[in-house]
């Protein structure tokens, strides 16, 4: 973003931003505050702390996210592209802070990976990745309530995968059900349990 953007589209990015935070669970989406201080913020892209993400950071999170959100009757996370939409929101909207927290624990789920299974994570079998992803799910969630201090890196990723997800074509159209709007108005509509959930307009 330049220092030339506009008052009115920086309002316009917060706004869509807030309802897709709405949309995960509100004020609870690690790095709502960060992706909102994106907007409010300009800055030359050689400020950023850390280096870009590489084709094999992407390929990680690629599979980090297809193993939270795998394929099924509708394309994964990986199909939809949610590992390059990760590395971007790290890049671009994240503080220093979180992108280190976020960079180290890339690190520290390798680690994790190989001293579990002996194998780097993009070679272990997809039961593998889910053995380890589940581990580090507990302990995030265990972290989050003990503390209120920084949030634990595979909730940070857990977050941007669902975020990336359902906010892609693929998560709109055919995870959930989209209709283009405007529309007709329907104020009471029958749902039958199990039907796909509609999809937001943010």
Do not use: W
């Given at each position: 973003?330049?220092?030339?953007?506009?008052?009115?589209?920086?309002?316009?990015?917060?706004?869509a931003l807030q309802r897709v935070s709405a949309l995960l669970g509100g004020v609870a989406l690690?790095?709502?505050?960060?992706?909102?201080?994106g907007c409010a913020t300009s800055g030359s892209p050689s400020a950023?702390?850390?280096?870009?993400?590489?084709?094999?950071?992407?390929?990680?999170?690629?599979?980090?996210?297809?193993t939270i959100l795998p394929t099924t009757s509708?394309?994964?996370?990986?199909?939809?592209?949610?590992?390059?939409?990760?590395?971007?929101?790290?890049?671009d909207a994240y503080d220093a802070g979180e992108k280190r927290i976020f960079r180290d624990g890339m690190r520290t789920l390798e680690r994790e990976?190989?001293?579990?299974?002996?194998a780097d994570f993009l070679t272990v079998s997809p039961q593998q990745r889910l053995t380890l992803l589940e581990r580090l799910d507990?302990?995030?969630?265990?972290?989050?309530?003990?503390?209120?201090?920084?949030?634990?890196?595979?909730?940070?990723?857990?977050?941007?995968?669902?975020?990336?997800?359902?906010t892609?074509?693929?998560?709109?159209t055919q995870a959930l059900r989209y209709t283009e709007t405007p529309g007709r108005f329907d104020p009471c509509v029958t749902y039958t349990p199990g039907e796909k959930a509609w999809a937001p307009h943010a």
């Open positions: 973003m330049t220092t030339a953007t506009s008052t009115n589209e920086l309002i316009t990015r917060r706004e690690i790095g709502h505050s960060a992706l909102l201080t950023a702390v850390g280096a870009p993400f590489t084709a094999n950071e992407i390929a990680l999170l690629d599979e980090i996210a297809d509708t394309p994964g996370a990986k199909a939809a592209g949610v590992g390059r939409f990760m590395a971007t929101m790290v890049t990976c190989r001293e579990l299974h002996g507990r302990e995030q969630f265990e972290a989050a309530r003990r503390t209120s201090r920084a949030p634990h890196y595979f909730r940070m990723m857990k977050e941007l995968a669902l975020l990336g997800y359902f892609s074509e693929i998560g709109y």
